[in-house]
């Protein structure tokens, strides 16, 4: 089975989305982090220089996955930084725990490529079934 995240970008109005499907919810989550980091930073290249722990939770699924996805914007601007890898654990009680690597910004490295505001609910989703975990949100930029 092919490791890497399979996500794509959506073009949409004034906003863009992420798409993405996996094996495993955990997987899902991680692609669709990847998916922004692109969507954010191109395909910049980027070291894991930094780690952060960040925790989140939601009503259900769709929350969680929204609040993943605003805590990687989140720490991507509070320092100014730009995420290289990303791992996420999943708890019964709807509770989300993930490690974010990268580094600080170098814009002699880094191509910034559109600044993000928030991850929305719009169209948000996030099922799985026999055939693994698909998810869909759209950011406001």
């Not at 890497?4 to 499907?21: N, S, V």
Request: glycine fraction near 6%.
């Amino acid at each position: 089975m092919n490791t890497e995240p399979a996500y794509r970008l959506i073009e949409h109005t004034a906003d863009m989305g992420i798409e993405a499907r996996a094996a495993s919810p955990e997987a899902v989550l991680v692609a669709m982090a990847c998916g922004l980091k692109e969507l954010m930073f191109g395909d910049s290249p980027v070291r894991e220089r930094l780690q952060t722990q960040v925790s989140c939770s939601g009503a259900d699924a769709v929350e969680q996955l929204v609040a993943w996805l605003n805590e990687v914007v989140y720490w991507c601007d509070q320092d100014n930084r730009v995420p290289a890898r990303f791992a996420v654990t999943l708890h019964e009680d709807l509770q989300l725990k993930g490690t974010i690597w990268g580094e600080p910004f170098d814009p002699r490295r880094h191509a910034m490529e559109r600044q993000v505001k928030s991850v929305t609910y719009h169209q948000a989703c996030l099922t799985c079934g026999g055939d693994g975990c698909f998810a869909r949100v759209y950011v406001d930029l």
